[in-house]
């Protein structure tokens, strides 16, 4: 079983293995109510901007508990 701080490390190390992400943060991470996966949602920027404001990009991916297997990443829209 994963502990949270592996569980973002392997997310995150997931995510920079798939895109250019730059700067990325962690936003929320959350446990299942079922407690059989972590949801972890990381934000980056997709390249370095000179822009004085920031373009980010949210990602939540689901991992399983008991191996740390990254199931799915999906885009993660903000509510307004």
Do not use: C, H
Not at 1 to 8: G, H, L, R, S
Not at 20 to 42: K, P
Request: proline share 4%.
């Amino acid at each position: 079983m994963i502990d949270v701080k592996t569980a973002v490390k392997v997310a995150a190390d997931y995510l920079s293995s798939l895109v250019s992400a730059y700067n990325t943060r962690l936003e929320e991470v959350e446990l299942t109510e079922d407690g059989d996966y972590w949801l972890i949602t990381l934000s980056y920027d997709t390249k370095p901007s000179p822009l004085p404001f920031e373009l980010r990009s949210y990602k939540q991916l689901r991992l399983n508990r008991q191996t740390g297997d990254v199931l799915a990443m999906k885009i993660r829209t903000l509510q307004q």
